[in-house]
């Protein structure tokens, strides 16, 4: 058993280590999003259909199970989740949008609430008012680094994430990485309609065929799997070093650093969200323990 859960952790990180790249990558591919959003959603898309036909042998009509119109709700909203990191990596500072995109959780935990009638703990509502606080302080920013409809996209990807999550949860018993797949196919191919068909220079075509044959298709794999051993809370936790890994390398390989508001607020949301995140696993132990002890 506890091989098992040390398994889980370890895929989980090799899929944050993985994932990590892929701002850099997208701010490499060059400045124009809906090109680079095109070849990353169909290139993305293609790839995971084929990872998933390798995990899950079953027809795209067993795997879609008693999901309904959710599946095509949730291609939709994959779709445009994809462009608008897309868009808000191009547009923003990286940090800004990592930070923000990290919010993913809470928000899932509140939707949760509204759509599935969970209950939401006080720790919840502290957290959501302490990281409002500090997405307060990001948008404050807005017009220096960051473009303010760049931090919207990043906010409203943030939305349309969590709101993924929360439909996935309400079918655990489909498996709707089809509907991901196809989401991005879908996504890319409209923006390829927007911009045209643009084969990128070489360098930044390298940059593009890394995020969608490698990047994004392996962390989702990844993580797919680690949710075999270990919670979803335990995954979320590990998560959140996408935003510090991110940050460091567009720091590091593109000069591109946070002012120190923005580190601050950073820091702020980042920390609540990793004591919002440890306290749930907690409860989510002790829960198991106490279901086995009877």
Known sequence: MQQNVLKGYLLAFIGVCVLSPDALLIRLSGNDPW???GWRGILTGVMILIYNHWLDRRSLKEQKANSGLRYYANMVLFAFSSFMFTYAISNANVTDVLVIIAFTPLISALLSAVFLHEKVLQRTWIATLVCGMGLAILFSQ???QSAPLGLASAAGCAILLATQFVIMRSC????L??????????G????????????????????????????SPISFV???????????????????????????LVWVFLGEHPSLPTTLA??????????????TLRDVKQSKLDSTTR
């Open 188 to 215: 890319g191919t409209v923006c390829m309609l927007v911009s045209g068909f643009i084969i990128l220079p070489a360098p930044q075509m390298l940059a593009v065929c890394a995020i969608g044959l490698i990047v």
């Open 172 to 175: 655990p018993e489909a498996n």
């Open 35 to 37: 090109v680079i959003a």
């Open 222 to 248: 990844l993580f797919v799997y680690s949710l075999r051993y270990i919670t979803a809370a335990e995954t979320g936790l590990i998560m959140l070093l996408e935003s510090v890994l991110g940050s460091l």
């Open 142 to 144: 807005a017009g220096g």
């Open 266 to 279: 950073g820091l702020l949301i980042l920390g609540t969200l990793s004591i919002y995140s440890f306290l």
């Open 177 to 186: 990485s089809s509907s991901m797949a196809f989401g991005g196919i879908l």
